[in-house]
């Protein structure tokens, strides 16, 4: 049923897509903590914590797309 | 839109074995069966622990004392020692509760027994434990500030009220998606993997999972931390 394939792709998309963004942010992020965690060793801790707490605001983004993708393959019968 | 929620409806009962037992008309899931287990686990240890309480801790009682500790410390650096001892139990509950329940997929034969699974891993646990957490912040906004908790709603400017009010709305929301996002699809790709090659291969998924399991906890624990200091923060 082509149906079925349609929803496939937007499956495949939907979690595909809504990775690419918040990838992109969490190298970012990562990147000048680990900068500054070099520059600073002593505020290593404190970058940590605010490190975790970005990290999880993108990461979020990207359960959302899961979630969609999750919902798309439900549909499939 | 029907149908949406019957797909999220599937999604979140993929792998949902059949209720383990009905009391008085209740179903009874085996998520519910799990969390009764990790309740056990933890007041039994929590008991076995603090029975004969010594000055000189040693053992359990010192394992126990250091969870403790670390959690106080790192509540401390998110809201101040003061705050973080007035609502240490809440938030210290709800680390070790997430916590234990994220690694109840470790358990062997987790998902194949029919009483046995990872709660997180259904919608209903994750918006249930977000839920707490919204209630909880409202509540001590309340109780710390009185009517004037209200007032955070209309700043800065008034006009900017719907959206404040859709803000208290999606924190409970993303709390619930991120925890049961992250548990359940580290389950499915452990689940997948394992079907695939069942020897080795998931074993990367299985260290990936503790490594979640620990950092997901940790995520809920602080932005619970973080709303309860943003609510019951004084303006001075």
């Not at chain 1, 990562?30 to 060793?41: H, T, V």
């Not at chain 1, 975790?52 to 549909?75: D, H, K, P, R, S």
């Not at chain 2, 299985?206 to 973080?226: D, E, H, M, N, R």
Request: include cysteine.
């Amino acid at each position: 049923m082509p149906l079925n394939g349609i929803i496939a792709i937007a499956a495949a998309l939907a979690i595909g897509l809504s990775t690419i963004g918040p990838g992109l942010g969490q190298g970012k992020a990562a990147s000048s903590a680990m900068e500054a965690m070099g520059r600073q060793p002593e505020a290593a801790g404190e970058i940590r914590t605010s490190l975790i707490l970005a990290l999880a605001f993108m990461e979020a983004l990207t359960i959302f797309g899961l979630l969609i993708a999750f919902m798309l393959v439900g549909n499939i019968n | 839109m029907n149908k949406l929620f019957v797909g999220i409806a599937n999604a979140a009962e993929a792998g949902h074995h059949a209720p383990v037992a009905t009391i008085f008309g209740i179903e009874i899931s085996s998520y519910t069966t799990s969390m009764w287990l990790v309740m056990a686990l933890l007041i039994g240890v929590s008991f076995l622990a603090t029975r004969d309480l010594k000055w000189f801790a040693s053992g359990l009682q010192n394992f126990l004392e250091l969870v403790v500790e670390k959690l106080l410390n790192f509540l401390s650096e998110v809201m101040g020692e003061e705050k973080a001892r007035k609502y240490f139990p809440y938030l210290a509950t709800v680390f070790i509760f997430i916590l234990v329940m994220n690694y109840c997929s470790l358990l062997p034969g987790s998902g194949t027994i029919s009483w046995l699974t990872t709660p997180t891993s259904t919608l209903s646990v994750t918006v249930g434990l977000a839920l707490c957490t919204f209630s909880v912040t409202h509540f001590f906004g309340i109780k710390e500030k009185g009517l004037s908790y209200f007032k955070h709603f209309f700043q800065p400017y008034p006009f900017l009220f719907p959206l404040n009010i859709v803000e208290e709305i999606v924190k409970p929301l993303s709390l619930s998606l991120r925890l049961f996002g992250n548990i359940f699809g580290e389950k499915m790709i452990g689940m997948t993997l394992f079907s695939m090659i069942p020897l080795i291969v998931p074993l990367p998924a299985y260290f990936l999972g503790i490594l979640f399991g620990a950092i997901q906890a940790y995520v809920f624990t602080l932005l619970s931390a973080i709303y309860i200091h943003t609510a019951t923060d004084g303006h001075h």
